[in-house]
């Protein structure tokens, strides 16, 4: 049974790896919420038993739909690879949000400087013109960030290298 507090708890653990999951069919973060808060909303007084799969396969099948209506010529999951199949976009999204978890415990100036690095493909000096920083001051930020990764998961840390 999925009471009120039950899907309170649910949307605590799940909704961050299923909007992931979501942007390896749609890829549009707002498209994506959207599908998510849709199977939140659809699971809302439903009796099930396995409440973590249906919120996946109510995702999958909103975005599967999403695809065919906009006539995007696809239907499967895709990442930086290529095509990929459910099981791993799922795995994908769990290893996703961890990452991002963990990057978001960062102190804010070693987030930012690793966002800009990794995420945007910035250099030390274009980050360092961008905060009103010098170039070695970004660089100790961006280590200091990946050694605390580093220390935090080696899962994490290895895929901050795919990820970003």
Not at 78 to 104: F, K, N, Y
Request: aromatic share 8%; hydrophobic share 45%; with cysteine.
């Amino acid at each position: 049974m999925t009471g009120s507090a039950d899907i309170e708890t649910l949307f605590r653990l799940h909704y961050r790896p299923l909007c992931l999951y979501a942007l390896h069919y749609v890829a549009d973060a707002d498209v994506a919420e959207d599908m998510v808060q849709e199977a939140f909303t659809a699971l809302l007084g439903q009796e099930v038993d396995q409440p973590k799969a249906w919120l996946y396969t109510a995702v999958r099948n909103r975005c599967i739909d999403h695809l065919r209506r906009a006539k995007a010529g696809r239907t499967v999951p895709l990442d930086a690879e290529g095509e990929i199949s459910d099981e791993e976009a799922v795995d994908r999204s769990g290893e996703e949000a961890r990452l991002w978890e963990a990057v978001g415990k960062l102190p804010e100036m070693r987030r930012r400087c690793l966002v800009m690095a990794k995420r945007d493909n910035m250099s030390y000096n274009e980050i360092a013109t961008a905060l009103g920083l010098s170039p070695l001051t970004v660089r100790n930020h961006i280590s200091r960030a990946l050694a605390t990764l580093r220390s935090s998961s080696q899962d994490i840390l290895s895929f901050v290298f795919l990820f970003f």
